[in-house]
């Protein structure tokens, strides 16, 4: 395609009336409501839904839900996770759970916040929050380890709380004939 | 047109023979079919169905062990040609059979085939039927995937998603049972997960010999047990975790260390004896997670043994040697200990050079070191490693490749029946020179002493050891999961296998280092890789003359003498 070049008149060519109508919309907003945030200082509210950085929760008596169960490694797509698993010792502070990750570690600066580890979690133990701005002074701090994450997550009130039913479920049965719980 | 009909006949079948329809499509399968032990039996629906390309569910059937029929998960249709008043099956007036569909299903792994039988696979009272008898078995089964070793090879996962339920029906509680029965000591049970197929109950009975296990109690109380007081420990018992088609039992070695979708999975074989188990190799990140068996009739079956499979840790203990070194060489690089053994080599006088290699290197390495041995005329041997065998698949030969060493002539008519000699001759002064390839001569009759007194000491190992110490020149090894190549078992069945992991630091196969060695020593190269070599081994040697490497395949081929 040819671009016409249109011939410039001379009020054109001083640019004069281009500069002064700069100027009006200078003027305008200086005179105006003000618009810019002073980030950092303030901050947006993060609308819910946001998907921010992931990190690890405990329901409400204080248990690691996290299973290690590794979807969440597998699912990553720029595999940003890596679970340790417990390995064959038995834990006796994990009770009739078994198993809870030795070490769970997520490279913020591979995390893409696409949300599919929380998707994929069938404990409801990671949750993509609010936090969206990430800093650091070396690679090695911005790989977060399972105590940071769970003490940046903090607590998700779990109203289901499977594990413990099963459990109560299973101390119910410990007498014959077994007593419904329900 | 006639012979076609005649063809098609379901009824003139080649004699052995038997035709039956699956899903509409006529195949022919043999009268009989080895079962467990290999005796021939009738052949099973399942089977015929297998044959026909139809995948039948199944959870207690294995074909290796003796058929059960408690899971009802095989429940198909079927129909037998009606039989007329005389006898005689009747005919449609177009010539085909009139088949009568039997008013109830039957279980396909113990149903045996006749001539003519029609087996729908795909009705709707079939598919009804596994969905619910799956329905059923999750009935109390304690859905705990996350938290299951099994998930990803779960057959009940897997046949849930196949022919399941969307949605779970049962309202009720369910019933728990113990969730860490400690069975044994390498096999931990979970009661709840049990699905109750009888599989680890029939493997140690009938395959093992060991009547260990039991169910107890009734009803949905039943589970599995060891007789009280006793523990389920003999040299077979991780393979009843292979085989539960579920999570109930599970190897406390593996137990909660990976999942089972991340292992890389390694065609390989079992180094810890002469029978050279056929193995798949489970390994991620350059870390080995487990062995577990890989079927070959001719070999192992379908089984392992609980020792060989779990003597895997020592390839990554802290002591691997990871650079050339010794006492003569100043830095560790190949290059320098090539050439200083090349050079010392080239130094020695024949009958005054041994050479001892391990009959744990593979075919390939042993040839290359029998080419070193006729170029330098050095006598050779293997340091012989015994143990107690047992009657199914444990050899007393701890040596994976004893076999292979002999038809390579490198291990004496009775292996190690040479050491004794190279100790007596290197104490009187006639030996000068020892090249040890992948063994501790130390503990194998000749002393410290005896080999401080040799002018060249060459060896070569995975770990560090009393030989490596002292030697001039020490070569770092590859354990077998590190590298390619072959082994001979002791029925002389050549098996290849392939790498799982890559060596620690400089280490290298010793197919690498030997073919350079030998390239430079004699003048002669061999090519570098575990093919060429072979190639020259066949081309050489009359044992291997009728192999070729691709022959190899998945199941190894037996050589001719």
């Known amino acids: 395609m040819i671009a016409e070049r249109p011939t410039l008149k001379l009020v054109d060519r001083l640019y004069l009336t281009a500069a002064w109508n700069g100027f009006k919309v200078t003027l305008r907003h200086f005179l105006g409501r003000k618009v810019t945030m002073q980030y950092p200082e303030q901050r947006w509210a993060v609308p819910p839904g946001y998907r921010g950085a992931p990190y690890l929760v405990r329901d409400q008596t204080g248990r690691t839900k996290c299973v290690a169960c590794q979807l969440c490694e597998f699912i990553c797509p720029p595999r940003a996770i890596r679970v340790t698993p417990p390995g064959p010792a038995v834990d006796p502070s994990t009770g009739n759970v078994e198993k809870r990750p030795r070490q769970f570690e997520i490279n913020m600066l591979r995390c893409i916040y696409c949300g599919l580890c929380q998707e994929v979690c069938p404990e409801e133990a990671i949750f993509l929050m609010q936090d969206y701005s990430l800093t650091g002074c070396s690679r090695e701090e911005m790989v977060y380890d399972m105590e940071r994450l769970l003490a940046l997550g903090g607590v998700h009130h779990d109203h289901v709380r499977k594990w413990d039913r099963v459990r109560r479920e299973a101390a119910a049965q410990e007498t014959f004939p077994p007593n419904p719980i329900y | ?561």
């Open chain 2, 1 to 561: 047109m006639k012979q076609s009909q005649q063809s098609n006949d379901p009824l003139a079948a080649p004699p052995g023979m038997i035709s039956v329809t699956v899903d509409g499509r006529t195949v022919l399968v043999p009268r009989t079919m080895p079962d467990w032990q290999g005796r021939q039996v009738p052949t099973t629906m399942l089977q015929a169905c297998e044959l026909a390309g139809v995948t039948v569910p199944h959870y207690c059937y294995h074909p290796k062990l003796p058929v059960a029929g408690n899971c009802r998960m095989c429940l198909v249709e079927y129909g037998v040609p009606a039989l007329g008043p005389d006898r005689k099956p009747m005919r449609q007036p177009d010539g085909s059979l009139v088949i009568k569909k039997s008013p109830r299903p039957a279980i396909a792994c113990a149903t045996p085939v006749s001539p003519g039988m029609e087996i729908y696979t795909s009705t709707p009272t079939v598919k009804l039927m596994r969905q619910s008898v799956l329905e059923f078995l999750l009935i109390n089964h304690p859905l705990d995937c996350p938290i299951c070793d099994q998930a990803g090879e779960c057959k009940l996962q897997e046949y849930s998603v196949e022919y399941g339920r969307a949605s779970s029906r049962f309202v009720e509680t369910k019933v728990h049972k113990n969730k860490q029965v400690d069975l044994g000591p390498r096999i931990m049970l979970d009661q709840e997960r049990c699905i109750l197929c009888s599989r680890c109950i029939r493997f140690t009975r009938d395959v093992v010999g060991d009547d260990a296990l039991g169910i107890v109690n009734r009803g949905s109380y039943s589970a599995i047990a060891a007789y009280p007081g006793t523990t389920f420990d003999n040299n077979y018992t991780l393979n009843t975790a292979d085989i539960c088609p579920v999570g109930a039992l599970t190897s406390k070695d593996f137990r909660f260390q990976m999942r089972v979708w991340f292992l890389k999975e390694t065609m390989s074989l079992c180094a810890s004896c002469g029978t050279g188990c056929n193995i798949v190799i489970g390994s991620r990140e350059n870390r080995i997670y487990r062995f577990t068996p890989r079927q070959n009739d001719a070999v192992n079956s379908c089984w392992m043994c609980d020792y060989g499979r779990l003597n895997y840790r020592w390839i990554e203990r802290a002591d691997r040697l990871t650079n050339p070194g010794g006492t003569k060489l100043t830095k560790p690089d190949w290059e320098d200990a090539i050439n200083g053994i090349a050079a010392g080599l080239k130094q020695t006088i024949p009958g005054h050079i041994a050479i001892v290699a391990s009959a744990r290197l593979t075919n390939e390495e042993l040839y290359l070191v029998r080419r070193l041995a006729q170029f330098l005329g050095a006598p050779t041997d293997c340091a012989p490693r015994s143990g107690p065998a047992d009657n199914l698949l444990l050899c007393a030969d701890r040596n994976p490749n004893t076999k292979g060493a002999q038809l390579l002539g490198i291990a004496a008519s009775l292996p190690g029946a040479n050491l004794p000699v190279f100790a007596r001759l290197i104490r009187n002064g006639t030996i000068r020179s020892l090249l040890v390839f992948g063994e501790d001569v130390t503990r194998h009759g000749i002393a410290p002493e005896d080999l401080a007194r040799l002018d060249f000491l060459v060896a070569s190992d995975i770990h560090s050891n009393g030989t490596t110490m002292i030697s001039h020149y020490f070569l770092p090894g590859c354990a077998h999961v590190e590298k390619r190549g072959s082994f001979t078992n002791v029925h002389g069945r050549i098996q290849k296998f392939e790498k799982a992991v890559d060596p620690p630091g400089l280490a290298r196969p010793e197919l690498y280092w030997l073919s350079e060695l030998v390239c430079r020593v004699t003048g002669q190269s061999v090519g570098r890789t575990v093919e060429s070599v072979f190639e020259a081994m066949r081309a050489e040697v009359p044992a291997f003359r009728n192999i070729a490497w691709a022959d190899l395949e998945d199941h190894g081929v037996a050589t001719s003498v």
